[in-house]
């Protein structure tokens, strides 16, 4: 079955770390563009991090960027987004997503055809 799979997500404190991690089963991640968005209640889908099929370059949201790390270890067909210094504002469904010819540098949803289920983050006290 082909497929995204997220993990990683949970419950921390404002100023905690997590790290999200996205593995494919049924096909190959390492032709693929791969971006992490995220979608609080009654908010669009917002795209927060993207790294290129080769993991050579990388890119964010301005609200994440210094805080947020995406990174690809194509060997275990994964990908990782280590969140640090967590904010409320953060919480959100974490979702990834995959395209061969995502348009970069924006992460715009639009340009990934294929999700995974997302995971729940959520940051309080």
């Known amino acids: 079955q082909v497929q995204l799979v997220e993990s990683g997500g949970g419950l921390v404190q404002p100023g905690g770390s997590l790290r999200l991690s996205c593995a494919a089963s049924?096909?190959?991640?390492?032709?693929?563009?791969i971006g992490w968005f995220r979608q609080a209640p009654g908010k669009e889908r917002e795209g927060v991090a993207c790294?290129?099929?080769?993991?050579?370059?990388?890119y964010y949201a301005d609200s994440v960027k210094g805080r947020f790390t995406i990174t690809r270890d194509n060997a275990k067909n994964t990908v990782y987004l280590q969140m640090n210094s967590l904010k409320a504002e953060d919480t959100a469904v974490y979702y990834c997503?995959?395209?061969?010819?995502?348009?970069?540098?924006?992460?715009?949803?639009?340009?990934?055809?294929?999700w995974g289920q997302g995971t729940q983050v959520t940051v309080s006290s």
């Open positions: 997503a995959a395209d061969l010819r995502a348009p970069l540098p924006e992460i715009r949803a639009s340009d990934f055809g294929f």
């Open positions: 049924g096909f190959t991640l390492n032709r693929y563009i």
């Open positions: 790294i290129t099929n080769s993991g050579s370059s990388t």
